[in-house]
């Protein structure tokens, strides 16, 4: 296959930052994909409408002319969010989902949630309105080994959650284990799960080949060999609880290889492109367009894109850098040459 046309995707799980940055990357994410679930975990976060609102606006001037791209914000849940204010969320329609970050889990998550019984009176809410509670799926405590957050906390965090709340939907995002993988496919249609492409294309051996490589550094962190295989055999198979999350994190260069490196890594600049290289090693180019264009859409209750994308086989190298505001970023793959290209 020398080309694939796919409805023009989009990134259920993405980070922009601010600020003048909002330029440099921007044009990655708005040339491929229709619309992106904008993560909220600015500093400080974004946990009212109007901040939503606001920030919106920003991302939206940094879309360059003629392209059309809607940025769909989240609200960032605190111990003391207020049930109004996911009640004016769903009113808005620009606020289409709320994020749950463990606090301390990952980048800028000091603000997260404590203790999850301390946010029931805005799960009740989310459950009624039937708006998507996004989960990052990994338990803090410090003696819970680093591999192991995500499953423990399948078990001892999401499924007494899912108990209290048996309508709420829930993403699971950026899922890394086969733990994960049976566990979604072991629920109702409320629950899906995000999966990034460093999941399907990576383990952690990338992580320390031939010296650390902090470009490979992200969390949920890289699992091994059988996880990763398990994720494909997910975002192959065609179930619509899977689907496209690129989890695409900029940090400067200075912040990632720095003796405490920040967790993240950057895939917007060729984003699609990485997916397809994930789907063809695995005969399932023909899988791509559900995983990437449709179940997410669906889930979401929002429509389809109305135009398409096309890829073609045409090798290409990625840049070794891009500029950051004045520092610079190292996308994935960096100086490596890509097979698909988009046109
Ligand atoms: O690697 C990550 N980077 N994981 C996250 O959950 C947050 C993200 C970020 O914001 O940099
Ligand atoms: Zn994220």
């Given at each position: 296959?020398?080309?694939?046309?796919?409805?023009?995707?989009?990134?259920?799980?993405?980070?922009?930052?601010?600020?003048?940055?909002?330029?440099?990357?921007?044009?990655?994410?708005?040339?491929?994909?229709?619309?992106?679930?904008?993560?909220?975990?600015?500093?400080?976060?974004?946990?009212?409408?109007?901040?939503?609102?606001?920030?919106?606006?920003?991302?939206?001037?940094?879309?360059?002319?003629?392209?059309?791209?809607t940025p769909l914000m989240t609200l960032y849940l605190t111990d003391n969010m207020r049930a109004?204010?996911?009640?004016?969320?769903?009113?808005?329609?620009?606020?289409?989902?709320?994020?749950?970050?463990?606090?301390?889990?990952?980048?800028?998550?000091?603000?997260?949630?404590?203790?999850?019984?301390?946010?029931?009176?805005?799960?009740?809410?989310?459950?009624?309105?039937?708006?998507?509670?996004?989960?990052?799926?990994?338990?803090?405590?410090?003696?819970?080994?680093?591999?192991?957050?995500?499953a423990v906390f399948i078990d001892s965090v999401l499924q007494p959650l899912l108990k209290d709340?048996?309508?709420?939907?829930?993403?699971?995002?950026?899922?890394?284990?086969?733990?994960?993988?049976?566990?979604?496919?072991?629920?109702?249609?409320?629950?899906?799960?995000?999966?990034?492409?460093?999941?399907?294309?990576?383990?952690?051996?990338?992580?320390?080949?031939?010296?650390?490589?902090?470009?490979?550094?992200?969390?949920?962190?890289?699992?091994?060999?059988?996880?990763?295989?398990?994720?494909?055999?997910?975002?192959?198979?065609?179930?619509?609880?899977?689907?496209?999350?690129?989890?695409?994190?900029?940090?400067?260069?200075?912040?990632?290889?720095?003796?405490?490196?920040?967790?993240?890594?950057?895939?917007?600049?060729?984003?699609?492109?990485?997916?397809?290289?994930?789907?063809?090693?695995?005969?399932?180019?023909?899988?791509?367009?559900?995983?990437?264009?449709?179940?997410?859409?669906?889930?979401?209750?929002?429509?389809?894109?109305?135009?398409?994308?096309?890829?073609?086989?045409?090798?290409?190298?990625?840049?070794?850098?891009?500029?950051?505001?004045?520092?610079?970023?190292?996308?994935?793959?960096?100086?490596?040459?890509?097979?698909?290209?988009?046109?």
């Amino acid at each position: 296959m020398n080309s694939i046309t796919l409805i023009r995707p989009d990134d259920w799980h993405l980070h922009v930052r601010d600020g003048e940055v909002l330029n440099d990357i921007i044009p990655h994410t708005a040339a491929r994909f229709g619309r992106a679930i904008i993560m909220p975990n600015l500093k400080p976060p974004i946990t009212t409408m109007e901040q939503a609102v606001a920030y919106q606006q920003r991302i939206q001037a940094a879309v360059p002319n003629g392209i059309h791209f809607t940025p769909l914000m989240t609200l960032y849940l605190t111990d003391n969010m207020r049930a109004s204010e996911i009640a004016a969320a769903k009113q808005s329609g620009i606020v289409h989902a709320v994020k749950y970050y463990p606090a301390g889990a990952t980048t800028n998550s000091d603000a997260g949630v404590t203790d999850l019984k301390k946010t029931y009176a805005a799960l009740e809410s989310l459950q009624q309105h039937g708006m998507p509670l996004l989960i990052h799926g990994e338990v803090t405590t410090p003696e819970i080994d680093v591999f192991d957050r995500e499953a423990v906390f399948i078990d001892s965090v999401l499924q007494p959650l899912l108990k209290d709340f048996p309508e709420l939907k829930v993403v699971l995002e950026h899922i890394t284990t086969a733990q994960a993988v049976d566990f979604i496919q072991s629920t109702s249609k409320n629950i899906a799960a995000t999966i990034t492409p460093q999941h399907l294309l990576f383990n952690r051996n990338d992580i320390f080949k031939g010296g650390i490589r902090p470009h490979y550094y992200c969390l949920p962190i890289l699992k091994r060999e059988q996880h990763r295989e398990a994720l494909v055999k997910a975002a192959t198979s065609g179930n619509p609880k899977f689907f496209l999350g690129t989890d695409s994190a900029p940090h400067s260069q200075t912040a990632k290889q720095n003796a405490c490196g920040c967790a993240g890594i950057y895939s917007a600049h060729a984003a699609i492109e990485l997916y397809a290289e994930a789907f063809e090693k695995n005969n399932a180019l023909d899988k791509l367009e559900g995983f990437a264009s449709v179940y997410g859409a669906d889930y979401y209750q929002l429509p389809l894109n109305p135009d398409k994308i096309t890829l073609i086989k045409e090798p290409w190298q990625i840049p070794q850098h891009y500029q950051f505001g004045n520092n610079t970023l190292i996308p994935l793959k960096a100086g490596e040459m890509m097979q698909w290209k988009l046109t």
